[in-house]
């Protein structure tokens, strides 16, 4: 029996999922995820209303940025559908292209059975591509062993 390698393509925007089991198969995508809010503009992701703001007063924390926070929750998001996709559909081994902050911030949340699937991660956004595209890449540049 083959055994199922998965490669994920992310950004703060869209994340792809991808399986294969035989390099002379193509690659499968069998999930993707979107974050709309990613892609508005920050002062629509704010909050708290115009004019209030904690800046200056001693103890607290400071404001954080409303696309760092929006990454945040996406990297969260993903981490989880992955942990969700290898317990319903293990893999033997992961690798993940994400942009980076992105990649940081994915990395950080990925649980320990994800991790150690993790067979490598690459601080490059090859989600424009389209899949078979993003699979010739991969076998010309990136192929591990």
């Given amino acids: 029996m ?5 490669v994920l393509v992310a950004n703060s925007f869209v994340a792809r999922l991808f399986e294969w089991t035989s390099l002379q198969q193509p690659w499968v995508e069998i999930q993707d995820w979107w974050h709309a809010e990613a892609r508005m503009h920050p002062g ?8 209030h703001s904690l800046a200056g007063r001693s103890g607290l924390a400071p404001r954080s940025d409303a696309r ?3 990454r945040a ?3 969260r998001d993903v981490a989880e559908g992955l942990q969700l996709a290898l317990a319903n559909d293990p893999w ?3 690798e993940v292209f994400a942009s980076n902050p992105f990649l940081g911030e994915l990395l950080e949340h990925l649980s320990p059975e994800v991790r ?9 956004d090859l989600t424009a591509l389209t899949a078979s595209a ?7 540049t990136f192929r591990l062993g």
């Avoid at 083959?2 to 998965?6: I, K, P, T, V, Y």
């Avoid at 629509?44 to 004019?51: I, K, M, N, S, Y």
Wanted: glycine content about 2%.
């Fill in 134 to 140: 993003i699979e010739e890449r991969w076998r010309q």
């Fill in 2 to 6: 083959a055994s199922r390698n998965a």
């Fill in 44 to 51: 629509d992701l704010e909050r708290a209303p115009p004019g």
């Fill in 92 to 94: 033997h081994t992961l």
């Fill in 68 to 70: 760092q926070r929006e």
């Fill in 73 to 75: 929750e996406f990297a």
């Fill in 116 to 124: 150690k699937s993790l067979r490598a991660s690459h601080p490059l």
